[in-house]
């Protein structure tokens, strides 16, 4: 086990958010399922109830405690893409999975998790700072997903 696991609380479908995120995003796995020896409170012999993953090389722990937390914006992943046809394709996998569009890049999935889906382009704009980072964090405000072209756009000014 590694020293520092992600814990990511799952009402019963840890198992099938893993299996999601594993099938979507290079460098994921589901690990391990392990399943409850015994009855208890809320469940039966044999359901899940942790499942270890990675997601982009980051080891997580999903437990299926019930409904008695949410996920919220606090946490989410920040996954960095190349190009438009990267960021297309993981925001509508998301969204496209049961999942809800936010603004400026954000989204959840069917499980009520955060995800960022950010364009390298738009954190290099942010990283020069001055006119060029006001301008692509100006349009990025008016966006949903991420558009890298109307990014690059005002970046140089051409809004």
């Given at each position: 086990?590694?020293?520092?696991?992600?814990?990511?609380?799952?009402?019963?479908?840890?198992?099938?958010?893993?299996?999601?995120?594993?099938?979507?995003?290079?460098?994921?796995?589901?690990?391990?399922?392990?399943?409850?020896?015994?009855?208890?409170?809320?469940?039966?012999?044999?359901d899940v109830l942790t499942v270890h993953f990675t997601v982009c090389g980051i080891?997580?722990?999903?437990?299926?405690?019930?409904?008695?937390?949410?996920?919220?914006?606090?946490?989410?992943?920040?996954?960095?893409?190349?190009?438009?046809?990267?960021?297309?394709?993981?925001?509508?996998?998301?969204?496209?999975?049961?999942?809800?569009?936010?603004?400026?890049?954000?989204?959840?999935?069917?499980?009520?998790?955060?995800?960022?889906?950010?364009?390298?382009?738009?954190?290099?704009?942010?990283?020069?700072?001055?006119?060029?980072?006001?301008?692509?964090?100006?349009?990025?405000?008016?966006?949903?997903?991420?558009?890298?072209?109307?990014?690059?756009?005002?970046?140089?000014?051409?809004?």
């Amino acid at each position: 086990m590694n020293k520092n696991t992600i814990c990511l609380w799952y009402v019963r479908d840890a198992e099938e958010a893993a299996q999601f995120y594993a099938q979507t995003f290079p460098d994921s796995a589901v690990v391990a399922v392990h399943r409850a020896p015994s009855d208890f409170p809320g469940g039966k012999a044999g359901d899940v109830l942790t499942v270890h993953f990675t997601v982009c090389g980051i080891p997580c722990f999903g437990l299926n405690g019930g409904d008695t937390f949410k996920h919220s914006e606090a946490f989410s992943f920040q996954i960095a893409t190349d190009d438009q046809e990267e960021t297309d394709r993981y925001w509508n996998a998301i969204v496209g999975n049961g999942g809800e569009e936010s603004m400026c890049g954000w989204c959840k999935d069917k499980w009520g998790l955060s995800w960022q889906i950010t364009p390298r382009a738009l954190t290099d704009a942010f990283s020069q700072g001055g006119d060029v980072a006001k301008r692509a964090f100006e349009a990025m405000m008016e966006m949903r997903k991420i558009d890298i072209a109307k990014i690059e756009a005002a970046a140089r000014g051409n809004v």
